[in-house]
């Protein structure tokens, strides 16, 4: 059964994050708020969590299309080829905040990933989300805990969440009440602005 985990979004325990840290080092599966809607997640290097995570999901692993959540943009060199510019200005204006962006990715992506061209980059303005990443020591492989048809309230609700998943992760993470729309997603890899999906995020602001 999962451990269910209280952390305050204003000042998250640090305590409590190097526990859900630890979790995750040894292949644990977490469930944590983010910016739009609670998300599954776990340590991107780690083979069998990603195997869980895709079993869990009803997919291979080879095809599945899962954010790397990231707390700043530090780091973007080390999964993604060198962009211009102006593709990182669209970045420094809109991150942290609710959009997922696809970007070219490069030859050191883990190994799980290495065959794809493109991956999908979060920076969420979460504090919980972004220290469980800055402990960890490297990004998490993230997928939204929704239905593929409706959003249900289990994924506002993190007592209903827990119900619903203590038996399939390690850890849910009570950061408060989450989003019912996922982050918008911008696909920048060719070079241009192209809206995949409509989500919590302003389009104007691209």
Do not use: H
């Not at 209280?6 to 910016?35: F, Q």
């Not at 990231?70 to 999964?79: P, V």
């Not at 050191?108 to 469980?132: E, H, M, Q, S």
């Not at 309230?153 to 203590?166: R, S």
């Amino acid at each position: 059964m999962a451990e269910f985990i209280k952390i305050y979004k204003d000042n998250p325990n640090p305590k409590e994050v190097k526990r859900v840290v630890d979790v995750l080092r040894k292949g644990g599966l977490i469930i944590y708020p983010t910016d739009t809607v609670y998300g599954l997640g776990c340590d991107i290097t780690n083979s069998r969590a990603l195997e869980k995570i895709a079993r869990i999901k009803g997919i291979k692993l080879a095809k599945a299309n899962w954010s790397f959540i990231c707390a700043d943009l530090s780091n973007l060199s080390d999964y993604v080829r060198q962009i211009d510019t102006a593709t990182f200005k669209i970045l420094k204006r809109a991150l942290p905040g609710p959009y997922t962006f696809i970007l070219p990715g490069n030859n050191n992506l883990p190994k799980d990933f290495k065959k794809r061209k493109t991956v999908g980059i979060r920076v969420p303005d979460n504090t919980i989300a972004r220290a469980l990443v800055e402990g960890l020591g490297n990004p998490i492989v993230s997928t939204s805990i929704r239905d593929d048809d409706d959003l249900l309230e289990y994924t506002t609700d993190p007592e209903l969440i827990f119900e619903k998943w203590e038996n399939l992760v390690d850890i849910v993470i009570d950061g408060g009440y989450g989003d019912n729309v996922a982050s918008t997603v911008i696909d920048l890899s060719n070079g241009e602005v192209e809206v995949v999906r409509e989500g919590k995020g302003d389009i104007d602001i691209f």
